[in-house]
């Protein structure tokens, strides 16, 4: 009772595993987009972030908060910067600094949102 079937242990071999691999390797699907084509596909996606901002803790949105606040400081100098080369760093670094924004949050929410935690 409540255990797997015979069929179901030898569903995925080894040999069927790489195969599976390879074929995945092979059309790359992390390449090809699968969000909203549409204008009002978008507005309606992007309202995702939104949703996983209301799922924080206090101590967390304070934490994105300052995250957010250092990146609008790095945005400032890049206004600023008097060199190329000092906009393309500070360029790179506002990038990282929107990344690191981004992966906190999915990092905070993605137990609640996905029933994972």
């Known amino acids: ?9 030898l569903a995925w071999t080894d040999e ?6 390879e074929r995945i390797l092979a059309s790359k699907p ?3 987009s699968t969000g909203a084509k549409t204008t009002e596909g ?5 309202k995702n972030r939104v949703k ?7 101590r967390q949105l304070d934490r994105v908060i300052s995250m957010q606040f250092q ?3 790095l945005e400032q100098a890049y206004r600023q ?7 393309e760093r500070l360029k790179t670094m506002i990038d990282d ?3 690191q924004t981004k992966e906190y949050i999915r990092k905070c929410t993605d137990d609640k949102v996905f029933g994972t935690g």
Request: no cysteine; charged share 35%.
């Open 16 to 21: 069927r595993r790489r195969q599976q691999r």
């Open 97 to 99: 600094s929107y990344k």
């Open 42 to 46: 978008k507005r309606i996606t992007s």
């Open 1 to 9: 009772m409540g255990g797997k079937s015979d069929k179901h242990a």
């Open 81 to 87: 910067a008097e060199t190329p080369e000092q906009q």
């Open 30 to 32: 992390w390449e090809k």
């Open 71 to 73: 990146s609008s400081k």
């Open 52 to 58: 996983r901002l209301a799922l924080l803790t206090p």
